[in-house]
């Protein structure tokens, strides 16, 4: 039986806002908001079974792209919590500031770079105070101490990054790298928004995918720029985002980070219902040799004073060929893993309507993104051997893919339900299939069906779940 039959030509209408998205993921078992039984907490979400097969995906997609397919990165797995002179003379301590101010009238709080219009946007008044810094590094505490001591002060990573410039040295050495190479890392930030919101986008709690490419001073850093732009829309177009959602953002000078010469943000359409539809996914910046100088022992300011008396090691890299010691430039491609799961939710969903006005959502993953590969139906689930077959089944592919038994429907149902959950293919087992050892194989995003024996089952879907091929406009 053939879906497309009954639905005629269908319409696709992607996600019209976040909140689509919202109500699809808790509905479907993606994203939970954390804490409901206490009646949650403010931006905080859970990631339920399908959520974390997808974040898992997106990673493990990230991750085979870089340190696997390229011969010039490798990976690092640091600790949350490092040293606090790390975050002293990365610039974290002094600069990495939200500016606040308060509304005097309803004591509202608020970030003073988003307020555009001087009115407050609880009350409407315009009587502020002055702007104040406000550090947003996560703090805690290390060891059984008093509350105020301030030796016992640490905070949580608000970057992943620190931990690569660190151990910089160590990874070169060991795996005898020369420039230019790369290292990776993905793993959970902390920064304590003042003003976190718009669902999984802007949290306290998140997880970075950040890529250090160390180059020397000479090499032509902003064409090295372009070309991790490059690389990445190619990326994203491989997961499914649409180069059309995508735009790239030339950060001004005044907006630079401290530690960035040239910044590009690659932003998505996160809001496609709103004048200002676009919200960074992820940025690429020159960090110059910032970061490497400024962890050493051995470099110095412009009056001839170490920069660092605190570090014991010296972050520099000595050029055979050139016979140069040198602090490499780096080249750092950061993307958050959560905007990249909002972003290919976005466009993967779509609904298709037929001529009765009943509508379908279907989310089109690519296959390599998919919480679950294949979907196992028996056509009569009070048949024993169709039962059996159909549980078989599950568990020879189980070693190859992702693939999960449902008998808790009639088979139209389970269909729809595998279609809005992204599962490309579902697998129905029938009477039939008890004579002719094949099964009916449904495609998600045509509903073809097509015959296949069981034996050839396996590869038959392993050849079909590639990765969504890089339209030519990119
Ligand atoms: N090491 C450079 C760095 O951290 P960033 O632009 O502050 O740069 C990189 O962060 C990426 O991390 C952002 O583009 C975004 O995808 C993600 N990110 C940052 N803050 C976030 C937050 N509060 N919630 C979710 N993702 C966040």
Redesign the pocket.
């Known amino acids: 039986m053939c879906f497309s039959c009954f639905f005629g030509n269908p319409v696709f209408v992607p996600a019209p806002n976040i909140d689509t998205i919202v109500s699809l993921a808790k509905r479907r078992g993606f994203v939970f908001p954390s804490s409901e039984v206490y009646g949650g907490l403010g931006s905080a979400w859970d990631y339920g079974p399908l959520g974390v097969e997808l974040c898992n995906n997106v990673k493990q997609a990230w991750w085979r792209w870089l340190v696997y397919e390229r011969d010039d990165i490798e990976g690092v797995d640091s600790s949350i919590i490092l040293n606090r002179l790390v975050w002293k003379y990365s610039g974290h301590e002094a600069t990495f500031n939200d500016w606040l101010i308060d509304c005097r009238k309803c004591k509202g709080r608020f970030r003073a770079d988003k307020i555009t219009d001087n009115k407050c946007p609880s009350c409407g008044a315009s009587d502020w105070t002055e702007a104040r810094p406000f550090n947003t590094m996560l703090q805690t505490k290390l060891g059984a101490v008093a509350d105020d001591d301030p030796a016992a002060l640490a905070y949580l990573r608000?970057?992943?990054?620190q931990g690569i410039f660190i151990n910089f040295l160590n990874v070169q050495t060991t795996m005898r790298r020369k420039l230019p190479f790369g290292i990776a890392q993905v793993g959970k930030?902390f920064?304590n928004?003042v003003t976190?919101g718009n669902f999984?986008?802007?949290?306290?709690?998140?997880?970075?995918m950040?890529m250090e490419y160390f180059v020397a001073p000479t090499a032509e850093h902003s064409k090295l720029v372009d070309y991790w732009v490059e690389q990445y829309l190619e990326w994203f177009g491989s997961l499914g985002i649409n180069r059309e959602n995508l735009f790239l953002y030339e950060v001004p000078g005044e907006e630079l980070?401290h530690y960035s010469k040239r910044?590009v943000?690659?932003m998505y359409r996160y809001f496609p219902e709103r004048e200002k539809p676009w919200e960074?996914?992820?940025?690429i910046?020159w960090?110059t040799d910032f970061d490497l100088g400024t962890h050493s022992k051995n470099k110095l300011d412009a009056e001839g004073k170490r920069i660092n008396p605190d570090s014991t090691e010296d972050l520099s890299y000595f050029d055979e060929a050139a016979k140069q010691r040198f602090y490499p430039h780096v080249i750092?491609p950061?993307?958050?893993?959560?905007?990249?799961v909002l972003a290919v939710l976005m466009d993967a969903y779509s609904e298709k309507t037929n001529d009765k006005g009943e509508t379908r959502v279907i989310l089109k993953l690519s296959p390599q993104l998919a919480p679950i590969k294949a979907a196992i139906l028996p056509l009569a689930k009070n048949k024993p051997e169709i039962v059996g077959m159909a549980k078989a089944i599950k568990r020879s592919l189980q070693p190859v893919l992702r693939a999960v038994y449902d008998d808790t429907g009639g088979i139209g149902k389970l269909y729809a339900r595998q279609d809005e959950i992204g599962t490309p293919f579902c697998i129905t087992v029938d009477h039939q299939s008890l004579e002719d050892e094949a099964v009916t194989v449904r495609d998600r995003d045509t509903w073809e069906q097509e015959r296949i024996k069981v034996t050839d089952l396996a590869e038959h879907l392993q050849k079909r779940l590639k990765p969504f091929p890089v339209p030519e406009s990119i």
Do not use: C, K, W, Y
């Not at 999984?200 to 970075?208: A, H, N, P, S, V």
């Open positions: 608000p970057e992943t990054a930030s920064r928004e976190p999984i986008l802007r949290t306290r709690e998140f997880e970075q950040e980070a910044t943000d690659i960074e996914l992820m940025g910046a960090r750092e950061a993307a958050g893993v959560n905007r990249t």
